[in-house]
């Protein structure tokens, strides 16, 4: 019996197993994905989840007592209405910009349009610290406008105007980038029609445009809002980073964090970290709701 | 000739004005804006850095501790962008091909760098990662430390510059059909074979400018980096935070400088990625 088997198994005996070998596509089929699947959520575990996770465990390491506890401080309650003021005032004015710039640029196509696209997308690839640097350059007191400003008595660097000119830099791009697409897809037959029935440009745009746009423009402002609020090099540069003075949330942290008040670094690190993931839910409704708006 | 040069630059400086009052409204705000918050900033750096004359500028722009800076920032940005490059095309053809338990939310996960605030990923990272972080004390018996040295930047990279590759690759991943992976099956090649052979090259372009955009990316980042390092010169400090302390120390030539030197790499990165993305559309 084995030696009639011998010149079968032959070729293939310095592998020990044949019957395997020959059904390794299917067994490949199936181990293959797990693999990847382990791998891929082992990697993302260790570079999101865990310091994600991280976040909230050490902010509620003491309880829930002394969370609360550090959002009642002057320097905390300072720090946040700073970031809400911050954000009240760069994302309708960015906003604005946004609407314009896109209006301007998906109505019809034109030399240099993707120059202007390019140019609008030129603060996401500048770092922060740069355009900190370059509000610096400009509005402080060996900068362009320094000795008139200094003259009229108008602080910008080291306080409220700057870090506004700062964020508004930073987050520019967000919501242009959200409506042209939008903008470029519903066309502008409509927009003619109400125009031939006799519609003003504002009816056309309150009646006609934004309701086409809002979802875009919503998501827009959402991105334009979480970075406003976040941002921290281009700001650091240009406020000064004084407590209780010209320290916005961002900037809390990282001093908190430097002084060694872990708790009061990661409190207000948990309610930052709570915009990012009301932004990311909001996201995924609104790519929900351009999705079903696209198969109709 | 002598009479007709003053008309010249006067009917060319009346043009641009006519035209100027020609433009719509949303026109004039854009033109307004970017020209305020972007073209005198921009110009206001340029002008202040040629006036270091070039020699000067060469000479601070390729100072010893500016060159450590560099060396740190493009070369741990490049390796953090190679392993995104790979691991973010792996998890963008797990979310695309496979399902799993859990699925939807990790695909919304992966945007939580872009949501997140850096401040509060440098905290975290810098403490998960010290030598008695959740894992920073796995690695610290093998003599790893993490956080406060080189491997927290890259680390801090990895972090910023992941969902630019996964969300790049992801969508040309999805458009791609799965029948030609099965007719290279079918036609006799192995697994390997079909990775390298069929799936590989029409996703490539995506890898590449994912890669590149995360570059860019983690070139210009400072909020995560400037808390996970220890900012030392020649070990771990970077570019954007050197900017930084020039300018603390009122040494606005050299920050002007360093920072010029960074805006031109944004701007050499940005004309890579433009060129990959055409590069790309060609599969499409």
């Known amino acids: 019996m084995p030696k009639e088997a011998m010149p079968n198994l032959g070729p293939s005996l310095q592998h020990d197993t044949p019957p395997a070998e020959n059904a390794s596509p299917k067994k490949q089929g199936n181990w293959v994905p797990v693999v990847l699947i382990v791998i891929a959520i082992t990697y993302l575990t260790f570079i999101l989840l865990i310091p994600a996770i991280n976040v909230f465990a050490e902010a509620f390491s003491k309880g829930i007592g002394a969370f609360l506890r550090q959002l009642t401080t002057p320097n905390f309650l300072h720090a946040a209405k700073l970031t809400l003021f911050l954000a009240l005032i760069t994302v309708p004015v960015n906003m604005v910009f946004g609407l314009c710039a896109a209006w301007a640029i998906a109505r019809r196509k034109f030399p240099g349009r993707a120059l202007i696209l390019s140019i609008i997308d030129l603060p996401f690839s500048i770092s922060p610290v740069v355009a900190g640097l370059m509000i610096v350059l400009l509005y402080g007191r060996n900068g362009w406008f320094g000795p008139w400003l200094q003259a009229n008595d108008i602080k910008i660097i080291f306080a409220f105007p700057g870090m506004v000119l700062a964020t508004a830099f930073i987050c520019m791009p967000f919501v242009a980038r959200e409506v042209i697409p939008v903008l470029e897809e519903a066309g502008f037959e409509q927009e003619e ?104 | 000739m002598a009479i007709s040069t003053p008309s010249q630059p ?84 797990v979310l695309v091909r496979y399902n799993f338990p859990f699925k939807k939310a990790i695909d919304a996960v992966i945007d939580l760098p872009f949501a997140l605030p850096t401040a509060v990923a440098g905290l975290t990272l810098a403490s998960v990662y010290s030598d008695n972080g959740w894992i920073g004390s796995l690695f610290a018996p093998l003599g790893i430390k993490i956080s406060f040295t080189r491997l927290g930047v890259w680390v801090a ?110 701007l050499l990165i940005l004309l890579i990625i433009n060129l990959l993305q055409a590069w790309g559309r060609r599969y499409a």
């Open chain 2, 10 to 93: 006067i009917a060319a400086g009346k043009n641009p004005i006519r035209q100027l009052s020609k433009l719509s409204w949303p026109w004039r705000i854009t033109l307004g804006y970017l020209t305020v918050m972007l073209f005198l900033p921009t110009a206001a750096m340029l002008l202040k850095a040629s006036t270091q004359g070039p020699a000067n500028f060469w000479r601070i722009a390729t100072g010893p501790v500016a060159l450590a800076t560099y060396d740190v920032t493009f070369i741990t940005a490049l390796l953090a962008g190679a392993t995104n490059g790979v691991f973010g095309t792996l998890i963008a053809w």
């Open chain 2, 157 to 266: 990279m990895l972090f910023i510059s992941l969902p630019f590759v996964v969300r790049t690759v992801q969508p040309v991943l999805s458009e791609m059909e799965v029948e030609i992976e099965e007719a290279a099956w079918c036609l006799g090649a192995s697994q390997w074979q079909t990775f390298w052979r069929v799936i590989l090259p029409p996703l490539l372009p995506a890898i590449l400018t994912g890669v590149a955009l995360g570059f860019a990316r983690a070139v210009g980042e400072y909020g995560s980096i400037v808390i996970v390092a220890s900012n030392i010169p020649f070990k771990d400090l970077i570019a954007p935070v050197l900017v930084f302390q020039r300018l603390e120390q009122f040494d606005y030539s050299g920050a002007t400088v360093i920072g010029t030197v960074l805006l031109g790499i944004s």
């Open chain 1, 193 to 296: 029609a109400a125009r031939t029935l006799g519609a003003q440009d504002w009816q056309i745009f309150w009646r006609v445009t934004l309701p086409n746009i809002r979802w875009g423009l919503l998501y827009g402002v959402i991105l334009t809002n979480a970075r406003a609020m976040g941002e921290f090099g281009a700001v650091a540069v240009v406020s000064g980073n004084i407590t209780g003075k010209t320290q916005p949330l961002p900037l809390f942290v990282e001093e908190a964090y430097k002084q060694y008040e872990t708790q009061a670094a990661y409190s207000a690190a948990v309610l930052l970290t709570l915009l990012a993931v009301v932004t990311l839910i909001a996201k995924e409704i609104l790519e929900r709701k351009t999705r079903i708006k696209d198969v109709e």
